[in-house]
């Protein structure tokens, strides 16, 4: 299998997975059959390849002063429009207090997913290491960077 076709299938999966339990932890967000929330995920995956980008340039004095907080409300946005694109009857957000909170959950899982089977851009890394030993008399002219 083609590694960009690889890629495409992996995102689609966790963005599915993410919006899944989005769907049954936020209240206000319903999908009415498997079939419907893989349209919707592949709606939402088009909509961050394309319109998020722009959403992001035309808001970036909004997201510098919120120190970038203001994207969760870009993706609520954008699950508001799957909802509107895809039709209530198959993926349905009720409200925008319901796409924030969705928009939260589905970045924090997909966060987390994407860290774990090192795909996407986000990682998240802990190491660990040996404790630093105790300086000496004769550390003090080392600049420890």
Partial sequence: MPDKLKQ????????????????????GIEYHGVLKLF????????????????????SLPLLIVTLGLFTIVINALLLLLVSALVGKDNFSVDGFAA??????????????????????DARISVQRGKKPEPKTEKDDDVIDV
């Fill in 99 to 120: 796409a924030f909170w969705g928009a939260l959950v589905i970045s924090i899982v997909s966060l987390i997913l994407n860290s774990l089977t090192r795909s996407g």
């Fill in 8 to 27: 495409f299938l992996q995102r689609w999966a966790i963005s599915t997975v993410a919006v899944l339990i989005a769907a049954h932890v936020v209240p």
């Fill in 39 to 58: 349209i919707a995920t592949l709606v939402l995956g088009l909509l961050n390849s394309f319109l998020r980008p722009v959403l992001m340039l035309l």
